[in-house]
């Protein structure tokens, strides 16, 4: 009795060795596929580690941007977008309307909707400023004119 007992429980624990194993070596191997160009160097941390953690680097930064102005660096929203982006056929950034963009496979495939571009651009655009907001009919330096304005008891 003791002794298929032990069988047993060897022949279950090569199995699951055997599906664990498995499933390890193919775990870099799930997910979509990206074409990333790496000429420009390394990203800011390994890709594992982007994959796992990026959601709270960009919101540890957002904190950094807006509550103490500390703006560009390696960790930024630009500094992604410059790496990242990815061109059409014509030669021109894809926006987040297109499944191709970077963002956007991923975010997809996960079923994941960013908020990102409901402020910001989804391409490099050094026209949009450090910030990359898209303030449709207004910009920053306006908008901040407008705070101080009213905060110094004035009308905007």
Request: glycine fraction near 10%; charge should be positive; aromatic fraction near 4%.
């Amino acid at each position: 009795m003791t002794f298929r007992l032990i069988r047993l429980v060897a022949v279950l624990a090569l199995a699951l060795g055997g599906v664990l194993g498995s499933a390890a070596g193919q775990a870099g191997e799930i997910g979509p596929k990206i074409a990333i160009d790496k000429s420009k160097g390394q990203c800011v941390r390994p890709r594992d580690e982007m994959r796992r953690t990026h959601m709270q680097l960009l919101k540890h930064r957002r904190d950094e941007t807006m509550y103490r102005g500390v703006r560009g660096g390696k960790v930024s929203l630009r500094a992604c977008m410059e790496c990242h982006a990815v061109k059409g056929e014509d030669g021109k950034f894809l926006t987040v309307k297109s499944p191709k963009h970077f963002c956007r496979v991923c975010h997809d495939y996960a079923a994941v909707k960013p908020d990102c571009w409901d402020c910001h651009v989804s391409v490099p655009d050094a026209a949009a400023g450090q910030a990359m907001l898209k303030l449709p009919g207004h910009s920053m330096h306006a908008e901040a004119s407008g705070l101080v304005k009213y905060l110094q008891g004035g009308k905007k």
